[in-house]
């Protein structure tokens, strides 16, 4: 074993102790600071949480969506500029973490320079250029 497996398994037992002294509720002023504090988080954890949400809750906001459609699109927009936030620090994060192992393998599926011009760009102009006159073309038959 290496010396971060050592420290690992001592900050484990010395949870597992200062769990086990808080359930046997012996005295706490023999010990040491950091099994005072591993005490006093066990004890924390054993209460229940407090109440937060009121028990009705999901069927209140239910009605409000229903009630209102500028609700309904403000917590769409809510939820959704959440969920990008996410997953742009998720992503962010896991390339900080790993990018430098990652960078090899996008360079090799890239393809080459000259490569650019086989087709596919032009496919791909292609499908957007279509897309965009059917979308011209669906709103001039709306009015």
């Known amino acids: 074993m290496n010396q971060h497996s050592d420290d690992i398994e001592r ?6 102790n200062a769990m086990r002294l808080e359930r046997l509720n012996l005295d706490p002023l023999r010990e040491d600071t950091r099994s005072r504090h591993y005490r006093l988080l066990a004890r924390v954890l054993r209460q229940p949480p407090p109440d937060g949400l ?8 239910a009605a409000r969506v229903v009630a209102s459609p500028a609700f309904a699109a403000r917590v769409e927009f809510v939820l959704i500029v959440a ?20 960078l090899p393998s996008f360079s090799a599926i890239l393809p080459a320079r000259d490569a650019l011009a086989n087709g596919w760009l032009i496919a791909l102009s ?11 073309w669906q ?5």
């Not at 900050?11 to 597992?16: F, G, M, N, P, V």
């Not at 009121?54 to 906001?61: E, G, K, L, M, N």
């Not at 292609?126 to 011209?136: D, K, P, Q, T, Y």
């Not at 709103?139 to 009015?143: A, P, Q």
């Open 54 to 61: 009121p028990a009705d809750f999901a069927t209140r906001v």
């Open 126 to 136: 292609g499908c957007l250029g279509a897309s965009w006159l059917m979308e011209r």
């Open 83 to 102: 969920l990008a936030a996410a997953m742009v620090v998720g992503a962010s994060y896991a390339f900080a973490t790993h990018g430098r192992e990652w």
């Open 11 to 16: 900050e484990w037992q010395a949870q597992e």
């Open 139 to 143: 709103r001039r038959g709306h009015r």
